[in-house]
């Protein structure tokens, strides 16, 4: 395992379609977390898992985005009626509930709504 | 919420001397101070974390401290050199269970430049 994996890493639509990203964590870690990044400004908290179960939602987290993690392994996002100002890289994260080694990040799916 | 401020946003200095990052925090229950390297293209990779019953921490070249009267902490990085190029970003979180914790807050982001 080399780490957390996004697919895919880069995704251009066009405003008011639909995406999917996904993410797969290091097998061990049973906490995933989804941040969003705008250029110039640090991760921003989206949402994070226990395994299969969604604990905490960011009030960024709109009606228009859902996150599932269904068998507690891989994760998905997805943002209905993309907007413009949905544009950003979106980077999954996972962590272990126990032990010393912080988050590890993957390298982020980069949005670009037009 | 939590509010964490970074500086400077961008940082030059000559490979081979050190460099600092300063953060401040809002919430006195944050117990938790990660920082991050993030490379272009690349997400953000934990260089080195700090809790709150600790007051510094050091690995190698990197080295952080933590003022938790003041709320501030702060990154420390001697003898850099060009691979040290990069932007950093320090954290914090109110919440750890002996691992890492949810729903960091970051700064915005100190670019780092090394001047050979």
């Known amino acids: 395992d080399t780490g957390v994996s996004q697919n895919p890493r880069h995704k251009i639509t066009k405003r008011g379609q639909n995406v999917t990203f996904r993410c797969d964590p290091i097998?061990?870690?049973?906490?995933l977390y989804w941040y969003r990044q705008t250029l110039g400004q640090g991760p921003e908290f989206l949402t994070y898992?226990?395994?299969?179960?969604?604990?905490?939602k960011s009030r960024l987290l709109s009606d228009r985005f859902s996150a599932e993690r269904p068998k507690g392994s891989f994760s998905t996002l997805e943002i209905q009626r993309t907007e413009q100002g949905d544009s950003a890289m979106y980077l999954c994260a996972s962590s272990l509930e126990q032990g010393t080694s912080g988050y590890t990040f993957g390298s982020g799916t980069r949005l670009t709504v037009v | 919420g939590e509010n964490v401020e970074q500086h400077p946003s961008t940082l030059s200095v000559q490979e081979g001397d050190s460099a600092v990052i300063k953060c401040t925090y809002s919430?006195?229950?944050?117990?938790?101070f990660p920082w991050y390297k993030q490379e272009l293209g690349k997400g953000p990779q934990l260089i080195i974390d700090i809790r709150s019953n600790v007051g510094e921490k050091k690995d190698q070249r990197i080295a952080v401290t933590l003022n938790k009267t003041a709320k501030h902490f702060s990154l420390h990085i001697t003898e850099t050199q060009p691979e040290d190029s990069a932007v950093y970003f320090c954290a914090a979180s109110n919440r750890f269970w002996g691992g890492g914790a949810d729903g960091l807050t970051f700064g915005k982001g100190t670019h780092l430049i090394i001047q050979p």
């Open positions: 097998s061990e870690h049973n906490r």
């Open positions: 919430d006195s229950a944050s117990n938790y």
């Open positions: 898992f226990q395994n299969e179960a969604q604990l905490e």
